[in-house]
């Protein structure tokens, strides 16, 4: 059995819902692959510093297990088709250590209560930066003409072409 | 011939690096060895020994992928 430590980046969607709801998608799924769950704790919730699945916040909740090398396969392919953890870091690791403890068990304490995510962690569908910077009608109302007159300057150049290709051919 | 290269700016970590190597957790600490463009800075810049540097580099890229820290920008 090797110690392990692992950062899991939760989606807020199911953390708003219960905090032990999404800690069971954690340690449900390391049980499961035969893993000994030391401390888990939620870490922080914060602003991403990208966009991840469409999301601009998350939770992370960071853990210690022991587990067997053999497990760590299975149960990485089991977090990658997961839809509730968003991304995961697994490390090997020394020791706990004892602040991780510490928390561990505040956060097990009946009056620990996780603050609710705030509602804005969803990233807004949005132009580009072409779209914003103009109205929505105006691009419109420019093209319909554009393309009509583009249209017909072709259809006349190939003709103005073969005439004046003509007379210099016949003389 | 006077020579057209710039002064070295000074190494951000002036004590000893191995006092403290900021792992994928110390996002606020790590951020200091970032670029405006989010890259990372070279030894020259970080005054870190090539050891301590590589941890560091370990480090940003955990905590990239965690999205804790910018890949660009």
Not at chain 1, 26 to 50: F, P, S
Not at chain 1, 121 to 136: H, S
Request: proline content about 7%; hydrophobic content about 30%; glycine content about 6%.
């Amino acid at each position: 059995m090797t110690l392990y430590e692992s950062m899991f980046l939760l989606d807020n969607a199911v953390v708003r819902e219960s905090w032990n709801k999404a800690k069971s998608a954690v340690t449900d799924t390391l049980e499961k692959h035969g893993a000994k769950v030391r401390t888990i704790r939620r870490w922080d919730e914060r602003k991403l510093a990208y966009s991840i699945k469409n999301k601009k916040r998350g939770t992370f909740a960071l853990c210690y297990y022991e587990m067997g090398t053999e497990n760590i396969a299975p149960m990485r392919r089991e977090f990658d088709l997961s839809d509730r953890v968003m991304r995961y870091l697994i490390l090997r690791t020394d020791e706990v250590p004892a602040t991780e403890l510490e928390l561990h068990q505040a956060e097990a304490a009946p009056d620990f209560a996780v603050p609710a995510p705030p509602p804005d962690d969803l990233v807004e569908p949005e132009m580009g930066p072409i779209g914003q910077g103009d109205d929505e009608g105006s691009p419109q109302e420019i093209m319909v003409p554009d393309l009509d007159e583009v249209g017909g300057d072709d259809g006349d150049r190939p003709r103005g072409k073969k005439n004046e290709g003509k007379p210099s051919t016949e003389a | 011939m006077a020579s057209s290269r710039r002064p070295a700016l000074p190494p951000i970590n002036k004590s000893s690096c191995e006092d403290h190597i900021p792992n994928y957790k110390d996002t606020d600490h790590l951020r200091k060895f970032l670029t405006a463009h989010g890259q990372i800075l070279s030894r020259k810049r970080t005054g870190y020994c090539a050891q301590c540097q590589k941890a560091l580099k370990q480090g940003i890229k955990r905590a990239r992928h965690m999205g804790l820290l910018p890949f660009v920008g």
